[in-house]
């Protein structure tokens, strides 16, 4: 319990939480004067809690159960997160908060009066996990394979339109029958042509420089056989010279067949030249005409067969995916009637448990039902046919209406506090965080309030700010929340009340400033009563 005169800091505490678990961050949360603020947090989580999964999977370890959320705004509005002394986005920060508290106040945004939570609620409630997975399953396995079909009646469609140009392409492809690297071959060949004769003069002039006068393998030969004549007297002098001689000759030798042999390869032939260029530039021209490179143009032609070969085998395929979607549309609904049938069943005890709840709240002519209508097909989704939206009526005869705008103020937060008892053994949500949960209220109404607080604190960590001494009067710890002026500022001061500090505290509340000894003895009863 959280108490407190009206401006004491209450706000500042929630405000502080709040930006702890991921809030939206204001330079106006930083005392003026200062560079910053920081404010922690620390949780005591059990094993197995699902926000150690989520850690897990951004690569975050936490050393045993102790998790420390961090938040440091900057006095020109700039904020930073860490879980566990690791830098984080406010976004994961966000998701980690909403795994450890609950705060009524959040509930218009993310809460039991956001309708679209009241599906997922009812399920935990009637532990309908596995059912709402099936489901799920059932529908990602329909909606892809539809996409598989209405892509393929799009592919098949698209050649039909085009089954005329296609043909044409792939006879023109066919015919001119590309090949991968031709283009570079070509183009090579074109430029060693268009140089012909030139290399043709140098390969002439180079032979008749060898044959010239006797010839320079006749000189070679002549002048082996002079040394060859003396080389008995040279006494092996000779040796190498006639072997070096042999060798140029037997390499000149060479270099004439080699002439020769260029000389016949050589295709001059005007026609030959411009056959090369004729099939460079039919390909080049093509590679235009397709808007692809030459050497995509074999690529291409075999994607326009595959695609004219869908025309001739799409039928099948078609009916293939056909059949399939309508196997796990069917798998689909027959999935989504069981799990409709066991929500409404889970609806049922769910809504008994509340109604049960609302008496002692002194809401004895209050309903609660779970309205659970089947969608048309074309509102269908991931979490099954039903819309689930949670309904009370206030007053006998009335038709039930949406949570949030049939209920008074009062009425509202003694519904949420009976929801959130019948839910808290299904919630991960370790700590809860009730502001003024009963204001509006008094005397009895209070009372049963406190009560049902006290009851809902043996499933969950309950923090519950309150101006209701038959509500402080409950709790097992009191805080109390005071402003004292401190080296010339004001800050807030957060002080655990125990025996009389917390007799007082509640008698303050009970009579006002002037506290009597009525007072005090009336705070001895409600402290005394039994839990």
Known sequence: MLTG?????????????????GARADSGLVRHGCDKCSVTATFNLPQGHPVFGLLSDQDIDLEGEDLVVRRVVTSDGRSRA???????????????????????????????????????????HGNLGTLAMT???????WRETQKELNAARARIDKAREEEEWLRHAVDELEKLAPEEGEEERLAEERQFLMHGEKLVAALNDAGTELSRGKGAESALRSAQRCLERELEKADGRFEPIIEALDRAAIELEEANRAISATLADLNLDTGHQENVEERLFALRAAARKYNVPVDGLNALMKDFRSQIDQLEFGEKELSRLTAAVSEYRKAYIEAGEKLHAARKEAAAKLDGAINAELPPLRMEKARFVTDIAELEESEWGQDGIDRVQFTVATNPGSPPGALNKIAS?????????????VLARVSAVPSLVFD?????????????????????????????????????ARGRTHFYIAKREAEGTM???VDALVDGARREEIARMLAGHSVTAEARAAADSLLEQPN
């Open 5 to 21: 005169e009206t401006g004491a800091g209450k706000s500042i505490l929630l405000d502080s939480l709040g930006l702890a678990l």
């Open 436 to 472: 003024e949960v009963d204001s509006g209220v008094g005397g009895a109404t209070a009372a049963a309030i406190g009560q049902r607080l006290h009851l809902l604190a043996q499933e969950r960590q309950i923090l519950v700010i309150t101006h209701s001494p038959q509500v402080a």
């Open 409 to 421: 103020g009062g009425e509202l937060s003694r519904f949420l506090l009976a929801l959130k008892v």
């Open 82 to 124: 860490y879980v566990n002394d690791q830098s984080v986005s406010v976004g994961l920060l966000r998701d980690v908060g909403d795994y450890c508290v609950e705060i009524q106040g959040q509930f218009d945004q993310h809460g039991l009066l956001d309708p679209t939570t009241h599906r997922a609620t009812l399920d935990a």
């Open 135 to 141: 489901v799920r399953d059932h529908w990602r396995a």
């Open 491 to 493: 800050v807030t001061r």
